[in-house]
């Protein structure tokens, strides 16, 4: 039985550790809302809250980050190591509860949509949410019977069993990207979102291309191949629902040989207006994008801007995905509508960059005239 001054600590423990537990759920919940609703106000200054727009999101984000990383492995190595200092223990938690974590959170509410996007703001929210998360888990980690962690609970990876160790890795990432996101800042965020969509595009079109380089079958015998296909997969008692479906899904029907609904011209516009909008992306990263200037002045357009042109450039490659969907099924009908909204798409994308980030013409706006006029000749 451990002395009274022992089980006093451990108490003393126990509640801080349960203290610490619900302010971490009650945070995650105030995340989860700014990332339901990116555009809410920060709420207002108050005798026992502080101003926060005088405050640097970013940095306080990475600044608490960078503590939880630092206190996170202390725990972790206080809890596998004798001797076991309940009161050490307390101590790391206090100051997590104390600066580290309520600052994480100011962060969050820091970083308004007017000034720094909704789109920074609902991924600094995200990601300290996850920050909060991996916290929690390894607070639950911490021992209640005043013994070090035994090896099956340092090192263990059961699915929702993970041990202190996967644990304390989990957290080390989690701080590791919210810091990846304060050092990138705004114009690297939105630059890197930017490559992702392109790099979307570029796939939709290299499957585009590959589709239609493949050599029709003989349409007669294709149909009879699909007759006999389907009553053989029906008549298959061993092949499972989720096989059958696999197997008619990815039997992508090519363009017949004799084309009588004018498929291949269409894509080959198609691949054209998709070359030209891969090419767009590129130049707005590096035409705009990488030249935006953090802070903007107060009262700027250009969060509001940047915001709409996130929303553009993420609908775009869902568009030409359902484009290459229409293709797959030889739909003329679905190809010619799908192919007008891409178009009206980009070429609402380009009109967000006609003028820069001084709402003056450049000679990127010229850049710009002319890939709407290539997107209308094609």
Known sequence: MPPAQDADAIKALDSVVQTASSLLSQLQAVLGE????????????????????????LSLANDSASLIRAHG??????????????????TVLRELIAG??????????????????????????????????????LVQKIPKDGKILSEGRREGFAPGNKGSLPATGMLWSACDELMDLSNM??????????????????????????????????????????????????????LSTQAMLDQLMNSQRTIPASDPDGIRPRLETSLKRLRLVTLLYQALAKRRLKKLSFPFPQESNVPSRLDEMAKVLAKLPDSFGDLAAAF??????????????CFLDAF???????????????????????????????
């Open 34 to 57: 700014i990332q339901k609703n990116p555009e809410a106000p920060t709420p207002p200054a108050t005798s026992s809250s502080p101003d926060l727009t005088s405050i640097n999101a």
């Open 73 to 90: 492995t202390k725990i972790s190595l206080l809890i596998i190591n004798e001797p076991f200092t309940p009161s050490a223990v307390s």
């Open 100 to 137: 580290p974590i309520p600052g994480l959170v100011s962060s969050a509410q820091a970083c308004t949509a007017a000034q720094y996007t909704q789109v920074v703001r609902r991924e600094l929210a995200w990601r300290a949410q996850r920050v909060l998360s991996e916290l929690s888990v």
């Open 185 to 238: 800042g705004v114009s690297g965020l939105f630059v890197k979102k930017v490559d992702q969509w392109k790099d979307i595009l570029s796939d939709v079109m290299e499957e585009l291309k590959e589709w239609g380089d493949e050599e029709p079958e003989d349409e007669d015998d294709a149909d009879e191949d699909d007759l006999n296909d389907l009553s053989g997969q029906l008549n298959a008692t061993s």
């Open 328 to 341: 797959y099924e030889l739909q003329p009908e679905g190809i010619d509508s799908m192919m007008d909204q």
């Open 348 to 378: 609402a994308a380009g009109e967000l960059f006609v003028r820069d980030w001084q709402d003056e013409r450049d000679a990127f706006s010229e850049w710009i005239v002319k890939f709407r006029g290539e997107i209308k000749k094609v």
